[in-house]
């Protein structure tokens, strides 16, 4: 059994930093690929960061230079370092691993970010 687990959301205040972690197990994690995702209420699911098997990143335009995504390797483990929040970054942050042609995901964690 697959399971991704997505945790480290919390509530802060504009310009506050939090690291959400995204733990998957029952998988071959150093074939997988990793993307982040965001949803706010009334909103659609927007994609934020993603890494590949061998480390490579890639941002959306709206969180570059504020977010950082990582994986931990050895704890089957990804990593979405956020610094400089601001309130349209409140939402859902799903975790999505991805294993050749199948994609999993976790239930989301909250972030709440006030002004």
């Known amino acids: 059994q697959v399971q991704v687990v997505e945790s480290g959301g919390g509530l802060v205040q504009a310009g506050g930093s939090l690291r959400l972690s995204c733990a998957a197990s029952?998988?071959?994690?150093?074939?997988?690929?990793i993307r982040w995702y965001r949803q706010a209420p009334g909103k659609q699911r927007d994609w934020v960061a993603a890494?590949?098997?061998?480390?490579?990143?890639n941002y959306a335009d709206s969180v570059k230079g504020r977010f950082t995504i990582s994986r931990d390797y050895a704890e089957n483990t990804v990593y979405l370092q956020m610094n400089s929040l601001q309130p349209e970054d409140t939402g859902i942050y799903l975790c999505n691993v991805q294993s050749g042609p199948r994609n999993y995901w976790g239930q989301g964690t909250q972030v709440t970010v006030s002004s």
């Open positions: 890494i590949t098997l061998g480390g490579l990143t």
């Open positions: 029952g998988i071959a994690f150093r074939n997988t690929n």
